[in-house]
């Protein structure tokens, strides 16, 4: 997978994971959430990275591998949903 496709990866799984959140679509996340989608989208976007740098360098798997695209989505997953969620506490 190129940085390209693990850009457009993070991108989607950060705004997808954003709107599809229970707490943002509860209505909890207050005036100023059409501003957090973008900090979703960035978080699932370093997400998806730092996932491909670290199984690289550990060697758990090489480029173009199914496990770093099943590894960088859960990754980019849970950080979107810590993010999302941290976000709406405030």
Avoid: K, Q
Wanted: net charge positive.
């Amino acid at each position: 997978m190129s940085w390209i496709g693990m850009i457009f990866l993070g991108a989607v799984i950060g705004a997808a994971a954003w709107w599809l959140h229970p707490l943002r679509r509860a209505g909890r996340v207050g005036p100023g959430a059409a501003g957090r989608i973008w900090t979703a989208v960035v978080a699932g976007v370093l997400a998806a990275v730092v996932a491909r740098m670290f199984g690289n360098i550990v060697d758990v798997y090489h480029d173009g591998d199914t496990l770093e695209w099943f590894a960088c989505t859960l990754f980019a997953l849970f950080v979107v949903t810590a993010t999302v969620a941290l976000a709406a506490r405030r």
